[in-house]
């Protein structure tokens, strides 16, 4: 009888069914996807019962196409999108929408936050800056805002893990995920009690934490009705989709950094030590492996900046073209920037009120410059991020590309012309659900260790892309006027921002 092992990405605009059977290298994935609903703007919601329905469409897809037996999958794991609030209440359901990492209405309470708890208080018990869209913010707003909805909550949970305990039945997280929150000690790996106590929030609505090899539990009956998996099947704890990916990268060891365009963006690397910024601009987080922490400088904008120009604004029928376009056009767009601050901005300005901004347009321009210079501008946001792991003293001997802007040629040159360093193509394209498949086979007892699963299961990377001498030097020149723009313009987001 083959062994099989499954994991579930749960992601911003979809979800993914993974099936792995390492023995064999072979893989299966199917997924679904769903929308962001946005009430009024600056708000991010999504409901979590259509997270769940995906998930078992999803899931019984991957097994009707393979044909794989749900017998033969000893265990599954999670990899899910973070930071994000799903509010049950004593009965285990939702009493309002799921509120995730996109969501800045949280923007509102921070100032009094920051009065409460003192900014070195919460560098000392997180390691990180509360920032509008992390689940200790949201909670927090919502304790002021709506004290009745407030009061409801009996369990304050992730959106993987929600995900889980329709699965299995059991609530728990796992130490990446708890991380996010910003509501985490990453270096005693426990909940952050003092800054809980401080700001009045209850900490036993939070779920227990453990590692994210941990047996949760099974399959339950019901969940094994609906999804047609086996009440046999283990369920393992999992982690946060950056970590997941990190490990399906191979990303274990430092030296490292992962480049990652997905809706959002993010520049992160493995550390053994937890290295974190005083001027707190990045997120250091207790890692899925063990002894381990994860470096993470994030943008807000990464792939939905690309997605909206394209499909909502010059309703372009695809992305080939797109790239086509991309291709023939020079670096630097003429001249054409793009601030890429569609929903704020994280890595390096912690700005909820920042704002997407085309500057110096003319009559010239055209849609291949347009579309040129929000990949552009994606970029530049990134080696914002990566020059802060390099300032902090993350070793950077490698970048692997990694996410859905990792298929395009185009973009990766860009990052690789903006970086000045060689840009790795990833091997796999599913490198999230790869991380979390080998989270469930460690978690079985099928590997003993991160090291040696990864030796085994992660590809080396299939295509190098070199910086570009001439295309280096435009941008050399175009990134400081780049931060200029946002610079200049800061004062003006918050008078329209009223």
């Excluded at 309470?109 to 390691?127: F, H």
């Excluded at 381990?292 to 120009?309: Q, T």
């Amino acid at each position: 009888m083959s062994k099989y092992f499954m994991s579930i990405d749960l992601g911003t605009s979809s979800v993914r069914a993974f099936i792995a059977d390492f023995e064999n290298n072979l893989y299966y994935s199917e997924g679904e996807i769903y929308d962001v609903i946005i009430p009024q703007t600056g708000y991010a919601e999504q409901n979590p019962q259509i997270w769940y329905d995906k998930t078992v469409s999803a899931i019984r897809n991957v097994l009707s196409k393979s044909k794989i037996n749900p017998k033969e999958i000893i265990a599954l794991s999670f990899s899910g999108q973070m930071h994000g609030l799903v509010a049950l209440d004593e009965e285990f359901n939702p009493v309002t929408n799921a509120l995730i990492w996109m969501d800045q209405r949280s923007e509102e309470v921070l100032d009094e936050i920051y009065r409460i708890v003192s900014e070195q208080e919460i560098l000392t018990n997180t390691q990180n800056r509360i920032s509008a869209g992390f689940m200790i913010g949201t909670l927090y707003w919502l304790k002021i805002k709506n004290p009745e909805l407030y009061q409801k909550i009996k369990y304050a949970i992730l959106p993987k893990d929600y995900i889980k305990y329709r699965l299995s039945g059991k609530i728990t997280t796992d130490y990446s995920d708890a991380a996010g929150t910003l509501a985490f000690d990453n270096i005693k790996i426990c909940w952050a009690s003092p800054v809980l106590q401080k700001l009045g929030l209850d900490e036993t609505i939070l779920p227990e934490c453990f590692p994210s090899t941990y047996v949760a539990g099974n399959i339950t009956a019901e969940a094994a009705k609906e999804t047609w998996l086996s009440e046999n099947t283990l369920v393992i704890n999992g982690g946060g989709d950056s970590f997941m990916q990190s490990i399906g990268n191979g990303i274990v060891s430092e030296g490292i950094f992962a480049s990652n365009i997905g809706t959002a963006g993010q520049i992160s690397t493995t550390s053994k030590e937890p290295l974190f910024d005083s001027k707190m601009r990045m997120n250091t987080f207790a890692h899925v492996v063990p002894n381990r922490w994860n470096l993470m400088a994030g943008c807000l904008n990464g792939g939905i900046a690309l997605k909206w120009i394209v499909k909502q604004i010059l309703n372009e029928s695809d992305y080939e073209t797109v790239n086509k376009n991309i291709a023939q056009t020079p670096a630097g767009c003429n001249g054409l920037f793009f601030l890429p601050y569609l929903s704020g901005e994280r890595t390096p300005h912690m700005d909820s009120k920042a704002r997407g901004i085309f500057f110096g347009l003319t009559l010239g321009h055209g849609r291949a410059e347009i579309e040129r210079s929000v990949m552009e501008g994606v970029a530049f946001a990134l080696n914002d991020c990566l020059n802060v792991l390099l300032e902090i003293g993350a070793k950077c001997d490698r970048i692997i590309a990694a996410g859905g802007g990792a298929r395009s040629d185009e973009w990766l040159q860009i990052q690789a012309d903006i970086f000045e360093r060689d840009v790795y193509r990833s091997s796999s394209v599913e490198q999230a659900c790869l991380g979390a498949a080998i989270t469930a086979a460690i978690g079985a007892g099928y590997f003993s260790d991160f090291e040696s699963a990864c030796s085994k299961c992660v590809k080396e990377p299939s295509k190098i892309f070199h910086p570009k001498s001439e295309n280096v030097a435009v941008y050399k020149k175009a990134y400081p006027i780049f931060r200029d723009i946002y610079q200049q313009n800061k004062d003006i987001f918050r008078r329209i921002n009223v």
